[in-house]
């Protein structure tokens, strides 16, 4: 019996994650659930689940989940304090760290501190953090098991393989929405149209991200961190089937690769189990049926948040922070109909532009860089709706750095 | 420094094997070559590799190999015997059962008896003798390492996994030349059509039995001992481009797959060098050049040699072992022109017909159930031939079985 946490319960990968738990209740116990502020939501999982602790980062959202749930026994913990405290919840054996953004980083690190096995769906943990999270998790012996259909592909593959045999590893993209949308077309797309994925069914962020490919840009970022590879040794194949996960290239030209049903249930289950599997906790298969796997390269110029990311991995220091940030600002912009589709880059842009190139050493450094980056994006989504038009497309450094704060 | 053996070292795999081994002179040393007749493409062999040991199974070519090759410090050893000395040779670490045809199974036998590491070309060591040989193999301590394309491929995914993670495992096929020729023209193809493999460079036999599905039917066959699956869990896929060598498909449906460009070059450097692997051994698989990958559902009317291979598999005993040697004489056959492409089938149908369901336990009785089926299979092609039409396919069983004699 595998005793689990999951930090995001109400979340796309949280309610996946809880379907999964629920098919095999002989292997799993929920101890902890937390989640942002969707109390209603995290009350019905609690009366299914029981687990002995919850927590909610909105404190008003505690206060009324802890006046309905008296009777069943779950303590209700409020705040990012409460996240840590369940993120690091003594009898748990494995943490699933899904909640959505930058949020999620400090809970996630927390699991991390506290040796546990990480199911690590949170992007942003690495991408913000990636150098601080995989050295604490050598040193507090956490292992982290990719959630990511991507990552979990490769890790799939690689399972103890000596990384020197690997050449490279190849992260799929099936390209989004709008991987055969004329680049004219772009400026106009609509947040309806974007979160229209042809073959994911995920949250709206990430869904956005996928249709701009920052999503692979962060994951590139990602697989940086996960498996010990500079950024030249990870590349993009766009594969519109998304059958084909990713795939690694060992030294001598042989490539081995993993596929599956396009469902975020598999990698979910996959890490949840590991390192056994779940009898059927994927439909099969079926090449045949599919038919064919096509494979291209992604268009660099006409999606050039893949770019951004790339530089930002190079570049190091704030950069991926800020990359990250801006990016979240931006995207909710769109969401919200305040900018168009090809403002995200703009916004990414020019924010990234703005940045000094700090080193960034801790924790807390990474979250004054990341609030100042929140700021910064806002002004310039500003500035790019006052102006009616798309701010100069400088490039990184060419402009006078913004000042980050040193501290909080 | 890897020390080798080469049985078969002038045939299309043990050429290209040394082909390899040339590339990598620090990590390996040729100790010794074994070969059926061609004694000057042995002696070019023992000029530039200085093996301790050369074998040829034809005594008057060792004869001739003698007297060229005294100045060359090599013992020149003959016969059957010869070659079982050299397989065992006390120095060698890895033995490539690289023998064309069933000629292949007892020096193959005589390595996995002295516990080598055998690196396995020869499909008939496990289509004839599968039960004894990987028995032999445990008891010994023989590591087999499957030379195959399909099969490394599988041996390359599963690598350690635990076989009650696996639901099937997938071997590919090309299809060979005529995957798409409609099926009454069959009857009519050449020899020389069959020989134009679209994809891959082989062998004459392994060519034909690529044309008629038989060699994935062999595969099948050998996929069952070398992976200790049942012929349920072992299922063909047409794969025209060849670029995906196999797939395993796990409980949970996630499946793993090995691809690289197609070269025998790739499986045999891997096996040679396994468990290490071999900088560049193959050119870099390029899939925005490849673009697609397809994949359909074998025809198993238009090509009946791989339901017989699953029907002999499921009966056990003698039915393998008739079948590969009925598939020998009838391909040689089409080879010399003797009998049609259709009548590859034909023949194997009827030999298969007039075998008896004897138990078969040692290497001795498989020779012995190889020699009647030889014997049978040449009276159906002359039966065939004076007929001038295909004899009515039986079912198994469905005749009066033939008298397989009990001893040699």
Same mark, same amino acid.
């Given at each position: ?226 498996? *010990?590879?500079?950024? @030249?040794? $990870?590349?993009? #194949?766009?594969? +519109?089937?998304? !059958?084909?996960?990713? =795939? ?84 909710? *912009?769109?969401?919200? @109909?305040? $900018?168009?589709? #090809?403002?995200? +880059?703009?916004? !990414?842009?020019?924010? =990234? ?56």
């Amino acid at each position: 019996m595998k005793r689990i946490v999951i930090l995001g319960s109400t979340g796309s990968v949280g309610v996946s994650a809880l379907d999964i738990v629920q098919r095999y209740p002989d292997r799993f116990q929920v101890v902890g659930l937390t989640a942002g502020q969707n109390w209603t939501l995290l009350e019905a999982q609690i009366r299914r689940f029981r687990p002995r602790v919850a927590a909610l980062a909105n404190k008003e959202a505690a206060k009324s989940l802890r006046a309905r749930s008296r009777a069943l026994g779950c303590e209700v913990l409020e705040g990012v304090e409460g996240l840590i405290q369940a993120a690091a919840l003594p009898e748990a054996d494995l943490v699933l760290a899904a909640i959505l953004g930058a949020a999620g980083l400090v809970p996630t690190v927390a699991a991390v501190r506290a040796g546990k096995c990480v199911a690590l769906a949170n992007k942003e943990t690495l991408v913000l953090a990636g150098a601080i999270v995989m050295r604490e998790a050598a040193e507090h012996g956490a292992l982290i098991l990719p959630v990511d259909s991507e990552h979990n592909a490769i890790f799939q593959v690689l399972d103890g393989r000596p990384r020197e045999t690997v050449r490279r590893i190849l992260l799929t993209a099936s390209g989004g929405p709008f991987v055969d949308t004329p680049p004219g077309r772009l400026e106009r797309v609509t947040p309806r149209e974007a979160l229209n994925h042809p073959r994911w069914k995920m949250g709206d962020k990430i869904t956005i991200d996928s249709a701009t490919m920052m999503n692979k840009g962060l994951e590139v970022m990602e697989a940086r961190w996960l498996f *010990g590879l500079p950024p @030249e040794q $990870i590349e993009v #194949l766009l594969h +519109p089937q998304s !059958i084909v996960h990713s =795939l690694v290239e060992f030294v001598d030209g042989s490539v081995i690769a993993q596929l599956g049903v396009p469902d975020m249930r598999g990698p979910i289950a996959h890490a949840l189990a590991y390192p056994e599997r779940l009898e059927k906790s994927l439909p099969p298969l079926n090449l045949v049926e599919v038919g064919a796997l096509t494979f291209r390269a992604p268009d660099a110029e006409a999606f050039p948040c893949l770019r951004y990311a790339y530089e930002a991995l190079a570049a190091g220091g704030a950069a991926p922070i800020v990359l990250n940030a801006a990016n979240e600002v931006a995207v909710h *912009g769109f969401l919200t @109909e305040a $900018i168009g589709f #090809l403002d995200i +880059p703009r916004v !990414i842009r020019a924010t =990234l532009d703005r940045r000094d190139q700090k080193e960034v050493r801790t924790i807390e450094e990474v979250l004054i860089v990341d609030r100042w980056a929140r700021g910064e994006a806002e002004r310039q989504m500003q500035l790019l709706k006052k102006s009616g038009v798309s701010p100069p497309a400088g490039r990184a450094g060419s402009q006078k750095s913004g000042e980050i704060p040193t501290e909080c």
